[in-house]
């Protein structure tokens, strides 16, 4: 079975027609003032998802999050929960809680009162708050430090009694804003499978803000890439990165090469694509670009061979070049090879082996090769 | 090390120290004089404190003051937190640069000024010069202080606190009383107490504004001193020093204490205790 990216999901309710979304942004507009933070969206977020919104800061991304949380409400559009419209109901009314990205506890109580404070509210009885109490203190492994106050606790920790805090009322939607930005990387890394794991024992639909890609392709069963205002592409990880729709997402998820050029022909789906300074090359996946369209063809560093002796394999693209700048990082190293017309490809190599029998060097003439179905033709 | 104790430096410190507390130490020092006077030293006696207690028109007058400090304090305190909330959450409003203007002129407007216009104020309206006056003028003035610090503390308040507890479930009212109120307390304990000093120490403004009956202690200071200074002033003023020393060193140990504990617990987090 072929499939992009290496990993085979089963939780894929976006495909099925007969799914019925359970968040939808309805042609959502949000204004301040002159700007324009959310402009015109729409999106569908599904049950038990863990939906990532990914885009630099000032996106509307954390706009379209506390929207959801009642702290602002749309211009114009509409919101629905679970086929709710959210218009009008503050945020005390909303069967939605929120992971903040300072993690806001409040200082002056306990671990505990801050788990128990949003059951306080909804007048649930003392036993039974109690009982959910070290519920949560249990899920999130900090039995020890209930009766701790928050400058008591490591940034771990904290993450950990927010995350507590704003499960404890078992929300139908849980939003988390940057809910990684504040721990170092280690536990950063550490956190995003216990998070991923912690979704799973809840069953709750998870939506997460955030601007670190590798935080959102972790984690996120789909993510919306976000700019001005706007959705970019709402995809699987692996189609993100390897299918991106625009020129945008593929320059915004990891690393890319973007050769420009015109669609000179195009037969049994292979384009012919030339950039007007003698370079040439054939690429598959060219969607809707029509012969004579200006396009460019995206490739991934680590989908790029490079090497000494010029591969005979007739069927990929083969492209002269000399080494320009060498990056060993350990487990890969990264070329930056210069064409004949200048520009410069960057390409990534496994050290899969600790001894190569064809080592490169600086200014060294070198071949670069790739398969016609390696990168993604872009329009847009 | 640099930190080397020039004679320069030994100089000017202690010439320092002195400036700033000869004064006091003289006055402490003569409270305890046998002789009723104040400049020739006749042997340690603690009779001014004695005779102190037993002067009526003193006692009077600090239990006047101690009044009108706890209730204008806490009355501006309230006002004052009010005005801040106002300043720092509705940045919008029409008129907010005057409201503001208003609110902070009293920091800056001669006391004189303030007295007497408060004066103008009472006679025009008929209102009778007594308790009720002063207590009303301090309200006034010491509104003020207690706004500005109040607003400092609300300019450095995570407002997201208040969205975590209204996202919880908390209505705003609750999320005042349960999260605000709770968090900017010691910015509110602060500007009370600065308020009740304030009251405590107002000389100008009580003159203008008290009447009979309603004499505050600094004025009966005055006008005790302008009759001559006698030892019972010194030892009334020797008692006011050692309150307000103890009150600052007791903060300050409080504070240094809870800084320590707040540094020990912090290490302890870190190391993942």
Redesign the interface.
Not at chain 1, 151 to 154: D, I, K
Not at chain 2, 163 to 171: F, I, S
């Given at each position: 079975m072929k499939s992009l990216g290496s990993i085979r999901r089963s939780f894929a309710p976006w495909n099925d027609p007969d799914a019925k979304p359970y968040i939808v942004f309805e042609n959502v507009t949000k204004r301040f003032g002159d700007f324009t933070a959310v402009n015109n969206l729409s999106l569908k977020i599904y049950e038990r998802e863990f939906f990532a919104l990914l885009g630099a800061s000032g996106c509307g991304k954390s706009t379209l999050l506390r929207m959801l949380?009642?702290?602002d409400e749309p211009t114009a559009g509409r919101i629905l929960l679970d086929g709710q419209d959210l218009r009008g109901i503050?945020?005390?009314?909303r069967p939605?809680?929120?992971m903040?990205?300072?993690y806001?506890l409040?200082?002056?109580m306990t671990v505990e009162a801050n788990i128990a404070?949003?059951l306080k509210?909804?007048g649930m009885a003392k036993a039974d708050i109690e009982k959910r109490v070290a519920e949560m203190l249990k899920l999130v492994k900090l039995e020890r430090f209930a009766k701790?106050?928050p400058?008591?606790?490591?940034g771990g920790?904290r993450q950990r009694v927010a995350l507590a805090?704003?499960v404890a009322?078992r929300p139908k939607v849980l939003l988390l804003d940057e809910p990684l930005g504040a721990l170092d990387k280690k536990l950063r890394e550490e956190t995003q499978f216990e998070l991923m794991d912690q979704q799973q024992e809840l069953g709750l639909t998870f939506v997460v803000v955030t601007h670190d890609q590798e935080e959102a392709m972790t984690m996120a069963d789909r993510i919306a890439i976000m700019d001005k205002g706007e959705v970019m592409q709402v995809a699987t990880p692996a189609e993100v990165y390897e299918a991106p729709s625009s020129r945008f997402v593929a320059g915004f998820v990891g690393n890319v090469n973007m050769i420009e050029g015109t669609v000179s022909g195009r037969e049994n789906g292979v384009a012919r694509i030339s950039d007007g300074n003698g370079l040439t090359i054939k690429a598959e996946n060219i969607g809707d670009a029509a012969a004579g369209s200006a396009v460019a063809f995206a490739i991934r560093p680590e989908k790029i061979k490079v090497s000494s002796r010029k591969p005979d394999d007739p069927g990929v693209n083969v492209v002269e070049g000399e080494i320009y700048d060498i990056a060993y990082l350990g487990d890969m190293t990264v070329y930056h090879v210069k064409l004949a017309d200048g520009q410069v490809v960057k390409a990534s190599a496994l050290n899969a082996s600790r001894i190569t029998d064809d080592p490169l060097t600086w200014n060294d003439r070198a071949f670069i090769s790739f398969r016609p179905d390696a990168g993604v033709v872009l329009t847009r | 090390m640099n930190a080397r104790w020039s004679p320069f430096n030994v100089a000017s410190v202690t010439l320092g120290l002195a400036f700033l507390y000869l004064p006091i130490v003289i006055l402490i020092i003569f409270s305890f004089n046998e002789s009723r006077l104040v400049t020739v030293w006749a042997g340690f006696s603690t009779k001014w404190y004695v005779s102190l207690f037993s002067n009526r028109g003193l006692i009077d007058a600090a239990w006047v003051t101690l009044r009108v400090a706890l209730i204008s304090a806490s009355i501006a305190t309230v006002l004052g937190t009010l005005a801040a909330i106002t300043l720092t959450r509705y940045t919008r409003f029409r008129g907010r640069v005057l409201f503001s203007g208003m609110v902070f002129a009293p920091l800056v407007m001669p006391e004189v000024i303030t007295g007497l216009s408060l004066l103008l104020l009472f006679v025009a309206i008929g209102l009778d010069r007594g308790f009720l006056t002063v207590t009303l003028a301090h309200i006034t003035f010491s509104m003020c202080f207690v706004a500005v610090v109040v607003q400092s503390r609300l300019l450095t308040f995570?407002r997201?606190?208040e969205?975590?507890?209204?996202?919880?479930?908390?209505?705003p009212v609750?999320t005042f009383f349960?999260?605000t109120l709770?968090?900017i307390l010691p910015a509110i304990i602060s500007g009370w107490m600065l308020a009740f000093t304030l009251s405590l120490d107002d000389l100008v403004i009580a003159s203008f504004t008290s009447g009979p009956g309603a004499t505050t202690l600094p004025m009966k200071i005055y006008s005790q001193v302008r009759l001559g200074v006698t030892p019972e002033i010194n030892a009334a003023c020797t008692i006011l020093i050692a309150v307000v020393a103890l009150g600052v060193i007791a903060a300050s140990l409080v504070n240094k204490r809870r800084e320590i504990q707040?540094l020990r617990?912090?290490q302890?987090?870190?190391r993942?205790a």
């Open positions: 949380a009642g702290f503050p945020p005390y009314r939605v809680n929120m903040f990205q300072s806001a409040f200082p002056h404070f949003g509210q909804e701790r106050k400058h008591q606790l490591s920790q805090r704003s009322k | 995570d997201s606190l969205e975590a507890a209204m996202d919880l479930g908390a209505p609750k349960q999260v709770p968090v707040r617990d912090e302890m987090a870190q993942g």
